[in-house]
C-alpha cells in the first residue's frame, strides 16, 4: 500500500480555479493507477477521475468534463487535480485513491485524508 496525503482545499469564488495534488510515500507508486474522489455533505462518495499508473489513459465523471484535468508525476510520487470554472456544486470533501493495478479497476486500496474545497456563488 502507499499512503496518501492531500493538500490545496480551500475556499474560491464561483468560476476560479484551485490545484489538488495528492503526494504518495512508497516506490511503487508509479504502478498504481490513481483516482480522486468526492463527497458532498449528504451525498454518497462520487468519482472523479482517474488516471492510470502511465498518465495515458484518464477519465472523468461526466459534471466535470472540460473543467478538471487530472494528471501525475511519477517522479515526485504526485496526482494533481486541476480544477477550472468552479462551480458551487463542486463544493465537497475531495479525497485521492490509490488502485494497485495499474489500470482503474475499481478497487482502491489506499486514501488519503480529504481535503475541503469550498465554492462560493
Known amino acids: 500500500q502507499v499512503q496518501l496525503v492531500e493538500s490545496g482545499g480551500g475556499l474560491v469564488q464561483a468560476g476560479g480555479s484551485l490545484r489538488l495534488s495528492c503526494a504518495a510515500s512508497?516506490?511503487?507508486?508509479?504502478?498504481?493507477?490513481m483516482a480522486w474522489f468526492r463527497q458532498a455533505p449528504g451525498k454518497e462518495r462520487e468519482l472523479v477521475a482517474t488516471?492510470?499508473?502511465?498518465?495515458?489513459?484518464?477519465s472523468y465523471v461526466d459534471s466535470v468534463k472540460g473543467r478538471f484535468t487530472i494528471s501525475r508525476d511519477n517522479a515526485k510520487n504526485t496526482v494533481y487535480l486541476q480544477m477550472n470554472s468552479l462551480k458551487p456544486e463542486d463544493t465537497a470533501v475531495y479525497y485521492c485513491?490509490?488502485?494497485?493495478?495499474?489500470?482503474?479497476?475499481?478497487?482502491?486500496?489506499?486514501w488519503g485524508q480529504g481535503t475541503q474545497i469550498t465554492v462560493s456563488s
Open positions: 485513491a490509490a488502485d494497485r493495478h495499474g489500470i482503474p479497476s475499481g478497487e482502491y486500496d489506499s
Open positions: 512508497g516506490r511503487t507508486f508509479s504502478k498504481y493507477a
Open positions: 488516471i492510470s499508473w502511465s498518465g495515458a489513459s484518464t
